[in-house]
């Protein structure tokens, strides 16, 4: 079985384990470092020891209260490994960039760098989080150090706490849903005032974080954690094979690798899945799912075709190959497109959530065609598992709208001029049968879900197939 219907468990907890034990050796190791070139292991005597123990216990029991986190509330995140290795690697990133930076001055320290790193990357609750730990990280080193050396700067490094959690807050709920750069380099900048604005009257409380003369670096600092986001995301994304809405933007480009084979190789099934996004697309957005994820999903979900193009219907202009081969090798012939789809995402490294559809848009619905031809050519009883897909059924809502969008679009084009009352009717009887047949037992789509996706594709339905107007001359006009 592959990774999109596989168990999850035991092996799970463990990886992130290894994980979390990674990224905190990594975070005790900078406080070493730190502690190391400050000039902390030359003082303090016994004192010294029993601050540097607790602080290793301190950055232990942070680093648990994220593993608690997202072992008891974002089981989602653990069975990603891939997504969990970027949120502690941002964590660890941000606590290393926060340690090194503060050794020129605690107020030049980039607070919030692990939100602008993650934000597009994982869920807002997941960036609040590794944010708020990655700042909790910092304090801790600080604190500790501040305490063995006597240095008067303990409340400087209450505050800055405090402002890299706000501001993370921000970045988490206020750009997790944008899609281009551009717009996120703008309002990461905003942001970025705005902390520093507060740093600013913050400063106007206390003689002691009087700083004028440092704002320069300041709003440096701040504005400079925006763009080394910016710059990493794209780095994050490959390394850990994540998908964001601009890693989408790229998969769904013509110009990309496994579409351009599409284009040139099965011209036909690269028009089905464009048909097949067009509904997709807008069934996402009438029922709260990501649009970008159902039309990538759209456009890749038939790729395994890629193996045996002519074998399919849109593919084919005269002669059908089926005909010459018994029904058993053709079932096997078609239903051999969902895990060569899934192989071939594999080795392009496209992300999980867009490959586990591929298996997954055909569940273990019976080929029947080919099961009525055999039926006819045996006088015994014919096992419909041998005409039946193998694949996994829908574990997503997107997965189970590509599901009713793909049968939908093969079924309307196979129609000889449709009435809407036809196309609902059709459309009733394809959910229908998919529901009696369990292909969404184990995802969370909902019947009120597919009524408002089999009314979506009624109005789309009179948008794409609509009969054109003719004029007098017998001919469309220019717009037409």
């Known amino acids: ?25 990594v975070n005790i ?100 989080f590794a944010n708020t730990i990655a700042a909790l990280s910092v304090t801790v080193i600080l604190f500790f150090e501040s305490v063995i050396l006597g240095a008067a ?28 750069r551009f717009t996120y380099t703008v309002r990461g900048f905003l942001i970025a005032l705005l902390y520093t604005l507060a740093l600013f009257l913050f400063s106007l409380l206390s003689d002691s974080f009087v700083f004028l003369d440092k704002m320069l670096f300041i709003c440096i600092s701040a504005l400079g954690q925006v763009l080394v986001g910016v710059m990493l995301q794209p780095v994050l994304e490959r390394m850990f094979n994540l998908l964001t809405n601009n890693r989408l933007i790229e998969l769904a480009d013509h110009n990309s690798p496994l579409i351009r084979r599409l284009i040139s190789e099965a011209p036909g099934t690269f028009n089905h899945s464009l048909a097949v996004a067009s ?54 012939i078609i239903r051999k497109h969902t895990s060569a789809g899934y192989e071939l995402c594999t080795r392009y490294r496209i992300p999980y959530e867009v490959k586990h559809v591929t298996v997954q848009h055909h569940g273990t619905l019976p080929i029947m065609v080919f099961y009525e031809k055999a039926k006819k050519l045996t006088d015994g009883e014919v096992n419909i598992a041998e005409y039946s897909y193998n694949g996994d059924t829908p574990v997503t809502k997107v997965a189970a709208i590509l599901m009713v969008c793909d049968a939908a679009e093969a ?70």
Do not use: W
Not at 417 to 443: H, K, M, S, Y
């Open 29 to 128: 190791g900078c406080m070493l470092v730190k502690f190391a070139t400050g000039g902390v292991f030359s003082a303090g005597g016994e004192f010294r020891g029993r601050a540097i123990g607790s602080g290793i216990m301190t950055l232990s029991l942070i680093t648990v209260s994220l593993f608690t986190y997202v072992v008891y509330s974002r089981k989602k995140i653990l069975y990603r490994p891939r997504s969990l290795m970027a949120v502690c690697f941002s964590v660890s990133f941000g606590v290393v960039a926060g340690t090194a930076i503060s050794a020129a001055d605690i107020y030049y320290m980039p607070i919030a760098i692990t939100a602008f790193l993650l934000v597009p990357l994982v869920d807002k609750r997941d960036v609040f």
């Open 279 to 332: 509904f997709a697309e807008v069934c996402a957005i009438n029922i709260g799912e990501n649009p970008y994820l159902a039309k990538v999903c759209a456009y890749y979900h038939d790729i395994g075709k890629l193996s045996n193009p002519s074998y399919f219907a849109e593919n084919q202009s005269k002669t059908n190959p089926h005909d010459d081969l018994l029904p058993e090798v053709s079932a096997q």
């Open 411 to 480: 079924a309307i084009r196979s129609m000889a001029g449709p009435t809407a009352a036809q196309v609902e009717a059709l459309l009733t009887a394809i959910i229908n049968d998919r529901v009696e047949r369990r292909q969404f037992d184990n995802c969370d789509i909902t019947m009120r879900d597919l009524r408002i996706i089999r009314k979506t594709i009624i109005g789309i339905y009179g948008g794409l197939f609509h009969e054109r107007v003719k004029y007098p001359s017998g001919k469309f006009t220019e717009h037409d």
């Open 153 to 180: 700067r303990i409340q400087a490094v209450i505050l800055m706490m405090f402002l890299g959690v706000f501001t993370g807050s921000v970045v988490a709920y206020s750009m997790s849903a944008i899609a281009r």
């Open 1 to 25: 079985m592959n990774d999109t219907g596989r168990k999850h468990g035991f092996q799970d907890v463990i990886k992130a384990l290894l994980i979390f034990a990674l990224m905190l050796g």
